[in-house]
């Protein structure tokens, strides 16, 4: 049972939009930045938003990253089937004085 | 370019400590700037936080992993370290290492990982 909360899997059309969301509490999410990693299979997570919104160099725009409160959401526009992967979100947990995890999207491009 | 690569056994016994060890180029680990850190992965399964280390000594460790896991830094060889003890099969992963800004939440670059079977 992950500190973090998103959902197992969304999906979309090419050409569409998704957004990802990732459900914390005050300890965590409320209190810090959120990182976004994408992750294809057999490979290493890879930063793709740091900061909740700063994208790292080489991330194209169609990324965006955004958080209310308890929440944190990761947009991806103009999908492409190289965006099929699991993403997975990242943050500070005050209580726990840990980092946590999300459990997990799969992104499916259809 | 900063690389990180781990090593280790890729099986361990049941009961056995697990060491795993991250060489770093690129960067040195004495740069107070950045906290070195351990992620795992379960076959299948989402990432798990395990723990940090600064070059000054500071360590933060996952609660549920703290009294079975230690980080340490080898200076000489620019390398970090990770040992946890009692292995079970639930510990079987991939471990990766990865750099994280002092400060700073997230985690960049990763290592490419290595995969730990916990198996008699």
């Known amino acids: 049972q992950s500190v973090l909360t998103q959902p197992p899997s969304v999906s979309a059309a090419p050409g569409q939009k998704v957004t990802i969301s990732c459900s914390g509490s005050?300890?965590?999410?409320?209190?810090?930045?959120v990182a976004w990693y994408q992750q294809f299979p057999g490979t290493a997570p890879k930063l793709v938003m740091y900061e909740t919104d700063k994208r790292p160099s080489g991330i194209p725009d169609r990324f965006s990253g955004s958080k209310s409160g308890t929440s944190a959401t990761l947009g991806i526009t103009g999908l492409q089937t190289g965006d099929e992967a699991d993403y997975y979100c990242g943050t500070w947990d005050s209580s726990l004085s840990a980092g946590v995890f999300g459990g997990g999207t799969k992104l499916t491009v259809l | 370019q900063l690389q990180l690569q781990e090593s280790g056994p890729g099986l361990v016994k049941p009961s056995e400590t697990l060491s795993l060890t991250c060489t770093v180029s690129?960067?040195?680990?004495?740069?107070?700037?950045?906290?070195w850190g351990w992620i795992r992965q379960p076959p299948g399964k989402g990432l798990e936080w395990i723990g940090i280390i600064h070059y000054n000594g500071r360590t933060y460790y996952s609660p549920s992993l703290k009294s079975r896991v230690t980080i340490s830094l080898d200076t000489s060889n620019n390398q970090f370290s990770l040992n946890l003890n009692s292995m079970t099969a639930a510990d079987t992963a991939v471990y990766y290492c990865?750099?994280?800004?002092?400060?700073?939440?997230?985690?960049?670059?990763w290592g490419q990982g290595t995969l730990v079977t916990v198996s008699s």
């Open positions: 690129g960067d040195s680990i004495t740069n107070s700037a950045y906290f």
């Open positions: 990865a750099r994280r800004a002092s400060g700073k939440i997230w985690f960049d670059p």
């Open positions: 005050t300890s965590n999410i409320g209190s810090y930045y």
